[in-house]
């Protein structure tokens, strides 16, 4: 166990989940007879899922700021038919047509921004508004009808690296994109180590650092062979890069920048942010905003992979992103979450779907299983939380924990609070 502990970095329960998705992965790997890890079901499994994990991103800062967003399956539907329309009546190309899908976004995400931080509705009365106006709007515009997209269009949702180089069996792309992560997941490791000896902080022992680079490298390597080795046409998916993108420069921002910071301390303590000089509104406002932005993204790329949009896009989508994100560890309460948990989260649902369905089980029994994978997960948090322990996530965020001192709610201004003394 000490060993796993310094391997972990301290406590085995951070990881959990990521453990409890290499579980299912292993058991519907033997329970499939192998049909769970073959390239075709894992290339499919990653463009099927990557909107959803893409709304994942956006909507675990809604909720560490203490918000929920309950509009974006009906944006995410209503840019796709836009978009969809620009690029079919008015003739524009098909990456124009991405940037006005983004700039629509924007302007919805500002919309919603508003009424949530500038006027005070509660973020709950406000999306749920959102998602009945872009419902009603997405089949108005559309007028219920399904409308194509032009093959370029197509491969921001179904396209693959291109075949480039000699042959050698395999995607060399996919392998060089494979080989970059190695390298940085070394480079990362190894800069670690530097800095923390520069700071006279403990460095762990080399046994622990060549084992952690061994277990993740292998899963990189594993995983690129896979992607490499698909069916001719087949490779890395285009919507797999986006969303590895996504994943770095959000990690980035909600770890390391002053905006990301401001987040976690308005979630966890809005009164305490604003007296210490954070401007909750702009937050709340830009926290809005970024969903509906990643919401058309999402959009747009169901849209590409699904050859066009129609009426019944993006059904469902919030409830999926929200169970994602809570059972990637993020709480209920706000000021704890982490994208990379809310990631793990998407594809601990995603392996679950795509498993039962290999396995022949229907919808409604994987609706109930996924309702109580959902149910136990927050449970088990919530248990160790009244145990006196923290979030299995909020341990990597305890900078930022939430107090419980002040118990008013979001409607009351933080003058109130000082005067009440609350």
């Known amino acids: 166990m000490n060993a796993l502990k310094k391997l972990f970095g301290g406590n085995t329960r951070q ?13 519907f790997q033997i329970a499939t007879d192998g049909r769970t890890l073959t390239p075709g079901n894992v290339i499919n499994l990653f463009n099927g899922n990557s909107y959803i994990l893409i709304l994942a ?11 929920i967003d309950l509009s974006v399956g009906s944006v995410a539907a209503f840019v796709g038919v836009c978009v969809a329309l620009f690029i079919r009546d008015w003739g524009i190309p098909w990456y124009l047509g991405i940037l006005m899908g ?10 919603q921004g508003f009424w949530t931080a ?25 007028k219920s ?29 996919t392998l060089l994109l494979g080989l970059a992560a190695v390298a940085f997941v070394i480079f990362s490791e190894i800069r670690s180590r530097r800095n923390a000896k520069a700071l006279g902080a403990e460095v ?53 920048t002053v905006i990301g910071r401001h987040i976690y301390a308005v979630g966890g303590n809005r009164h305490a942010a604003e ?20 919401a058309g993204l999402a959009g747009m790329i169901f849209v590409g992979r699904s050859t066009a949009s129609g009426p019944f896009d993006g059904v469902g989508w919030e409830l999926d992103a929200i169970a994602a994100v809570f059972i990637g560890g993020a709480a209920v309460t706000g000021g704890v979450g982490t994208v990379i948990g809310s990631i793990v989260g998407g594809l601990v649902m995603a392996v679950l779907n795509n498993g039962l369905q290999l396995l022949g089980v229907g919808a409604d029994l994987t609706q109930i299983i996924k309702g109580l ?3 136990i997960a927050v449970a088990f948090d919530v248990y160790n939380k009244s145990q006196g322990k923290k979030s299995i996530i909020g341990m990597l965020m305890k900078n930022f924990g939430r107090s419980s001192e002040i118990k008013a709610d979001e409607t009351t201004s933080t003058k109130e609070v000082i005067s009440r003394g609350i």
Do not use: C
Not at 147 to 159: A, E, L, N, R, T
């Open 15 to 27: 990881f959990g989940m990521i453990f409890a998705l290499v579980a299912l992965i292993i058991f």
């Open 57 to 67: 991103i956006g909507m675990v800062l809604v909720i560490i700021a203490g918000h």
């Open 102 to 111: 983004l700039g629509l976004g924007v302007l919805i995400g500002a919309w």
């Open 275 to 294: 007296l210490s000089g954070v401007q909750s509104k702009k937050v709340n406002f830009l926290v809005m905003m970024n969903m509906s932005v990643l």
């Open 145 to 173: 009808n399904t409308i194509p997209v032009p093959g370029d269009f197509q491969k921001i949702g179904s396209g693959y690296l291109p075949e480039i180089g000699p042959s050698t069996g395999y995607n060399n792309l």
């Open 118 to 142: 500038y006027v005070g509705i509660p973020a709950f009365i406000v999306t749920l508004s959102g998602m009945l106006i872009f419902r009603g709007a997405n089949q108005y515009v559309g």
């Open 204 to 256: 762990p022992e080399a046994w622990v650092s060549i084992t952690k680079m061994v277990l993740i490298n292998g899963a990189i390597l594993y995983a690129t062979y896979l992607f490499a080795t698909g069916r001719p046409g087949t490779s890395f998916p285009i919507p797999g890069l986006i969303l590895a993108a996504l994943v770095i420069i959000y990690g980035f921002i909600s770890s390391k």
């Open 373 to 375: 994978v959902l149910l």
